[in-house]
């Protein structure tokens, strides 16, 4: 660890993540699979800077995944300053992003699949697949959707992460969101 967060004089506040909360955090990214996402691999962690973590968070597990993750092992650090902090900048996703949470993710993909089917273009539906596949979501078998036209491989699509329950749902909807802000937000599926 390169660059230590020292505590704050005269508190006993801290104001970032110490050298060895930051060693046990990464640790937790290596080694434990996060909302139905396997952990980042270990090659991708050695002799990364900070800031770089985050990116890979984001990338792994999109912008409110990430956010989840954040909140869920800064707990296991005891660390309740800091998920504080994540709460303040956004409120609900520190608490419902995650496919563990209160929202009904199978709800929301149900509610947008129309909409869905007339807008996600054929490259956005590809990378969203290609995450899936990644992620063990979906397989190999459900990933060749044929000469289809576009709307109905994408509900076909929709419709199979549906079966496979909220943690396929939000996988589906955290991807969208990292590729496709515009389309997510005209649908409304942003947590703000």
Not at 80 to 98: C, F, G, H, T, Y
Not at 134 to 152: T, V
Request: aromatic fraction near 6%; include cysteine; hydrophobic fraction near 40%.
């Amino acid at each position: 660890c390169n660059t230590p967060s020292p505590p704050v004089r005269g508190s006993s506040a801290r104001t970032g993540v110490l050298c060895e909360e930051f060693s046990t955090f990464m640790w937790h990214l290596k080694k434990e699979t996060w909302n139905g996402f396997d952990p980042i691999k270990k090659s991708k962690l050695e002799k990364v800077k900070r800031e770089v973590v985050v990116d890979l968070m984001m990338q792994k597990y999109g912008p409110r995944g990430a956010v989840s993750v954040m909140a869920i092992l800064f707990k296991k650090l005891n660390r309740n300053d800091l998920v504080n902090k994540l709460r303040r900048l956004n409120p609900q996703a520190a608490d419902e992003a995650s496919p563990n949470s209160s929202v009904d993710w199978v709800q929301m993909l149900t509610n947008v699949r129309a909409q869905l089917a007339t807008t996600i273009s054929p490259p956005i539906l590809q990378q969203i697949l290609d995450r899936m596949l990644e992620n063990n979501i979906l397989n190999d078998g459900e990933m060749d959707l044929g000469q289809k036209p576009q709307g109905d491989k994408v509900r076909e699509v929709v419709d199979m992460v549906q079966k496979k329950g909220p943690k396929a749902s939000w996988a589906f909807i955290t991807a969208l969101c990292e590729l496709d802000r515009c389309l997510v937000e005209n649908l409304n599926l942003l947590i703000k």
